[in-house]
């Protein structure tokens, strides 16, 4: 079946560095989503990406969905302690509206 | 109500008990998913309804997992005869036809 991979499992980064975590398919996707999951909280939807090569930004976000769609990334410019939690990608296949999500990246930030 | 609402937030049940777990998806919402998410894992894929139809139930892991959405807005997920091996946190998420996923906060379950 489809699998989603997530690197690195764990980003430990101090306040005001850059950081990137990539997010890998098995198969071919239709699109990719990006979710946010605070400590307690629940995956918090943040961005879709449709078309091979896209790149969207959201302030210090930047995301890009690689041109195989296969793959994508998610670059955060000067860290802040507000970026703390786990980062998910979740992938759709074109058929049906299931999301395969990957193991996500845990993000810790020294202040 | 404003976001996807789930009850109870909190369940510990004992082995063997059946457990109901119960998702208010956001008003209008055709689509309703249930993932199980493990501590320190990425939410895996249960089940999918649009409206009333169960369209995808590849990610239950076993026959004692089942799932309605009788009237195509509420849903229920059951477990019957609870193993430890369920102890997790079940979370729905609702949305519009294809458009992103809203979650509700989920119902961590503890079986003892």
């Known amino acids: 079946g489809q699998q989603v991979m997530q690197i690195p499992q764990y980003q430990h980064v101090q306040e005001g560095e850059d950081f990137t975590t990539y997010c890998n398919s098995s198969?071919?996707?239709?699109?990719i989503q990006w979710y946010k999951q605070r400590p307690g909280g629940h995956p918090v939807f943040l961005i879709q990406?449709?078309?091979?090569?896209e790149v969207k930004k959201q302030k210090r976000l930047t995301f890009q969905f690689g041109e195989a769609k296969k793959n994508s990334s998610l670059h955060i410019t000067a860290t802040q302690t507000t970026d703390v939690g786990t980062y998910f990608c979740?992938?759709?296949?074109?058929?049906?509206?299931?999301?395969?999500f990957g193991g996500g990246t845990r993000v810790l930030v020294k202040p | 109500g404003a976001g996807v609402s789930q009850s109870p937030r909190y369940k510990v049940a004992k082995r063997g008990q059946d457990v109901a777990l119960r998702c208010d998806p956001i008003?209008?919402?055709?689509?309703l998913f249930w993932y199980q998410q493990a501590l320190g894992q990425g939410p895996e894929f249960l089940t999918y309804?649009?409206?009333?139809?169960?369209?995808?139930k590849s990610g239950l892991p076993s026959d004692r997992f089942f799932a309605e959405r009788p009237e195509g807005s509420v849903s229920t997920l059951k477990i019957q005869r609870t193993q430890q091996e369920d102890s997790a946190v079940y979370l729905c998420?609702?949305?519009?036809?294809?458009?992103?996923?809203?979650f509700g906060d989920g119902t961590r379950l503890s079986i003892l």
């Open positions: 198969t071919t996707l239709s699109n």
């Open positions: 990406l449709v078309k091979s090569g």
């Open positions: 008003s209008g919402h055709v689509s």
């Open positions: 309804f649009q409206n009333e139809a169960q369209l995808d």
């Open positions: 998420a609702s949305s519009f036809s294809d458009r992103p996923q809203h």
């Open positions: 979740a992938g759709r296949r074109a058929a049906g509206n299931k999301l395969t």
